[in-house]
């Protein structure tokens, strides 16, 4: 009976692409706006594309590298073909989404100023939704149509790897990017020039809105994408182990339902002129849930003839939407954290930044006792297949949540459109209130992130633990406590090196800023343009030479342990990085956040707003924010992942050497 359900799977992954094929047609059919409009949004994306191109030209020789590696290293050929796709349609992925979204933003300034608020909501969401729709679509297709086709648990791991070593080079490519050319713009534009944001006068606008293209949309599409598929994959792996066919079918239904879901929850952002867009927003999330909720019990006694497993799924999801919620009580400026933020910027940057990383810290505590509480109660109906269950649950509404995160970068660039192409006030206006809620949505989408980060490098270290066979990690092991140390360290010193990429970069930038007005004063004047091209030009050359050495690191490090100090110490290397890497990212995300949306609070008109003392000192707070928020800390989440992958899909080469030095 089973059997036949199994192209349920891809079938929806096919309607997902569908959908998104037509919300991006009804998208380029929107009114494009004026022809400076159209320059300028012709100028971000030629930037984004050329340096995708880029990016992707190197991502061949890591794909190819690794092809050849599980080829011949592991005699594996399938899963070299699944590895190779997974690395397609990740890149696919990110490529649609960023190009919808580019096209997107313009649309979204001429919607604000012929429309208002609902009509710019509603073509920023549009092009948010094309993002989602193709991350959750080529998830499901591509692991409906393997697992379907080879029946191997096995080859659908390579499938995942392929989908996390893209995501870890395109979240740390694009996080360097934008956040080394965000923080040029700011501190010269904003805090010496005394310019406003995404001012035409500024050399580093051009290449800021490009990066919010290639970091906040292609790359985090990417990120999502490897997070989505690493939860199937590892619900499938156990499933299998749990009850065969059954074990296998319920995630990849679960799946299909959430992509169900997501379809009909974009129907239900509407949003009312003079209303907070974030309801409408919240509210398609809210729906989706709902009907998955009610999908999980349904599947779950027609597949088992009991409800306990539904049990697992909706902690996941509860889980996810908690940490949603909790992750807004820290960033939004509609709460304490963030105005206490604000206020505490009339005293200068020192004591913003202190007050940012308390606020970024504390945020830890209560994420991670809820993921604490979706474990066991996953644990306690389901197992370890019940904690691979809680991840899907988590990621089944994977197609809204990532619409309602790529909607914010879009609402941004249309701002910085309507600044660069001198459009009324009040475009701007109705483009800062929608990008103040992204920043929002962008956190909740990041915590939301985290949290299935958690519980999927759980699920996948359960597949890594049956399949080298091991029945427990000893801490009492000195290999083992080796290991623990050096995966604990790995957050750390992936952090510093991709937040030492940004600082190296946004230093180039900053100098070639103030360089361009010193040697040009008719640019503050007005009377002639910068040089766009140079500051994209710094942003991209810095971005793709550093993004190498961290991902290198990713995937060399549990191949050097597995093979010299064996599988126990690697399985405790696996849980030392999950541990500091889901901690190490709520706070550095949360902090960011924070610190982003204090500054903008301070910019709303409170406590002197633009242009004061303490908007200088917020502006300063915002930019140490900005590589924690959008390189480092999101990287993590692909960091603890890929290694769990890399360990999993490695095993029969560390059972070769049966560790070296062990």
């Known amino acids: 009976m089973t059997n036949k359900l199994f192209i349920i799977a891809p079938v929806l992954g096919a309607i997902s692409l569908i959908f998104a094929f037509i919300k991006a047609s009804g998208v380029a059919k929107k009114d494009a706006g004026s022809a400076r409009m159209q320059e300028i949004a012709k100028a971000i994306s030629d930037g984004a594309k050329a340096f995708l191109a880029a990016e992707y030209k190197i991502l061949v020789v890591f794909i190819v590298a690794l092809v050849l590696i599980i080829g011949f290293g592991l005699n594996s050929w399938l899963t070299a073909v699944a590895f190779l796709i997974g690395a397609v349609f990740s890149v696919l992925a990110g490529f649609f989404g960023m190009n919808v979204a580019s096209k997107a933003n313009v649309r979204t300034a001429a919607a604000a100023q012929s429309g208002g608020m609902k009509a710019a909501l509603s073509v920023a969401f549009s092009g948010g939704t094309v993002m989602g729709m193709c991350?959750?679509?080529?998830?499901?297709?591509g692991c409906g149509i393997i697992y379907?086709?080879?029946?191997?648990?096995?080859?659908?791991?390579?499938?995942?790897?392929?989908?996390?070593?893209?995501?870890?080079?395109?979240?740390?490519?694009?996080?360097?990017?934008?956040?080394?050319?965000?923080?040029?713009?700011?501190?010269?534009?904003?805090v010496e020039a005394g310019i406003p944001e995404d001012d035409p006068r500024n050399p580093a606008v051009i290449a800021d809105n490009v990066g919010d293209n290639v970091g906040d949309v292609a790359g985090m599409g990417a990120d999502l994408f490897e997070s989505y598929v690493g939860a199937i994959v590892s619900a499938v792996t156990l499933g299998v182990a749990f009850s065969a066919e059954r074990g296998s079918l319920y995630p990849l239904l679960l799946s299909a339902l959430g992509i169900a879901a997501s379809i009909l929850g974009t129907f239900f952002v509407r949003g009312k002129e003079e209303a907070n867009p974030h309801k409408a927003l919240k509210m398609a999330s809210y729906v989706s849930s709902a009907i998955v909720t009610v999908g999980a019990l349904l599947l779950s006694w027609w597949l088992f003839d009991d409800l306990l497993l539904s049990v697992s799924v909706i902690a996941g999801l509860a889980v996810g939407v908690a940490i949603g919620f909790v992750t807004e009580l820290y960033t939004s400026s509609d709460y304490k954290s963030v105005k206490n933020i604000a206020e505490k910027s009339l005293t200068g940057p020192a004591i913003n930044i202190v007050s940012g990383l308390s606020v970024g810290m504390l945020s830890t505590l209560v994420?991670?006792?809820?993921?604490?509480?979706?474990?066991?109660?996953?644990?306690?109906?389901?197992?370890?297949?019940?904690?691979?269950?809680?991840?899907?649950?988590?990621?089944?509404?994977?197609?809204i949540t990532v619409a309602v995160d790529a909607y914010g970068p879009i609402a941004d660039n249309a701002g910085g459109i309507a600044q660069m192409a001198n459009l009324d006030s009040s475009v701007r206006d109705i483009?800062?209130?929608?990008?103040?809620?992204?920043?929002?949505?962008?956190?909740?989408?990041?915590g939301f992130a985290i949290g299935s980060a958690a519980l999927t490098a759980l699920a996948l270290f359960a597949s890594f633990a049956q399949k080298a066979n091991l029945t427990m990690i000893d801490a009492l092991n000195p290999?083992?406590?080796?290991?623990?140390?050096?995966?604990?360290v790995l957050p750390f010193l992936f952090s510093a090196?991709?937040?030492?990429?940004?600082?190296?970069?946004?230093?180039?930038?900053?100098?070639?800023v103030r360089r361009q007005f010193s040697d040009n004063p008719n640019?503050?004047?007005?009377?002639?343009?910068?040089?766009?091209?140079?500051?994209?030009?710094?942003?991209?050359?810095?971005?793709?030479?550093?993004?190498?050495?961290?991902?290198?690191?990713?995937?060399?490090?549990?191949?050097?342990?597995?093979?010299?100090?064996?599988?126990?110490?690697?399985?405790?290397?696996?849980?030392?990085?999950v541990v500091t890497g889901v901690l190490m990212a709520i706070f550095m995300s949360n902090a960011g956040s924070a610190w982003d949306n204090a500054k903008k609070h301070i910019e709303e008109g409170n406590f002197g707003g633009t242009g004061s003392s303490a908007h200088r000192a917020a502006v300063v707070g915002d930019t140490v924010g900005d590589p924690f928020k959008d390189a480092a800390g999101p990287s993590i989440n692909i960091l603890i992942k890929l290694m769990t992958v890399i360990a999993l899909v490695f095993v029969p080469l560390f059972d070769r050497f049966e560790g070296l030095l062990g």
């Open 523 to 577: 640019i503050l004047l007005g009377t002639e343009l910068p040089d766009y091209k140079k500051c994209v030009a710094i942003s991209a050359s810095d971005a793709l030479r550093r993004m190498i050495l961290p991902g290198v690191i990713a995937v060399l490090s549990p191949i050097a342990v597995g093979i010299l100090l064996g599988t126990q110490a690697l399985g405790g290397m696996l849980v030392g990085a």
């Open 148 to 190: 379907i086709l080879t029946g191997d648990e096995s080859v659908l791991m390579g499938f995942s790897l392929g989908a996390s070593g893209v995501a870890l080079f395109a979240r740390v490519g694009g996080g360097i990017y934008t956040k080394a050319a965000d923080m040029g713009a700011d501190l010269v534009g904003k």
């Open 367 to 399: 994420p991670i006792l809820l993921v604490c509480v979706g474990v066991l109660v996953a644990y306690l109906t389901g197992g370890m297949y019940g904690i691979a269950l809680a991840a899907v649950g988590m990621l089944s509404t994977t197609g």
């Open 135 to 141: 991350v959750v679509g080529l998830g499901l297709m």
């Open 497 to 512: 090196l991709t937040i030492n990429s940004v600082s190296h970069a946004a230093n180039r930038m900053i100098a070639e």
């Open 431 to 446: 483009t800062d209130k929608l990008d103040s809620v992204g920043n929002t949505t962008a956190a909740i989408g990041k």
């Open 479 to 488: 290999y083992v406590i080796v290991g623990m140390f050096v995966g604990g």
